[in-house]
Structure formats: C-alpha cells, structure tokens
C-alpha cells in the first residue's frame, strides 16, 4: 500500500522579516526548512492568511475569522 507523503501545517503570528516578529519565526522558519530537507512538505499560516486581523485581547484568543481561514 502507497504511503501518503507527510505534510505539516505550522502556525506562527508572522512571517519571517514581518516588523513585530521576533524569534519564535526564527524557530518555526528553520523548521520548515528542515521539514523540507526531508522531503516533508510544509505550509506556513500567519496574519497574513486571516482577512481583517485586527488584533484585541478577545481576537487573540478567539478569532472566528482566524479559525475559518484555517
């Protein structure tokens, strides 16, 4: 039986380079890439994914527009 190839989804707040990122991109950036030099295939999900992300202490937590676009 085939083996399906791996993929993995990872979450981050930014991109990588994004102006209020810091090193928790650093970290996810080089997972990816060493996701990928194994042949695992990665996509990234940030803000940039979300329509209106606006930030609030409520969206933070609960963000219905974060989940549906995920």
């Known amino acids: 039986m085939p ?5 993995v989804l990872l979450v981050s707040d ?11 991109e650093v970290m996810v950036d080089l997972t990816a890439r060493l996701l990928d030099a194994r042949g695992i295939a990665t996509r990234l999900f940030t803000i940039d994914d979300v329509p209106d992300a606006r930030r609030t202490a409520r969206t933070y937590i609960s963000h219905a527009r974060a989940a549906s676009a995920l």
């Open 3 to 7: 083996t399906t190839p791996a993929k």
């Open 14 to 24: 930014y991109p990588l380079g994004h102006p209020a990122g810091g090193g928790c």
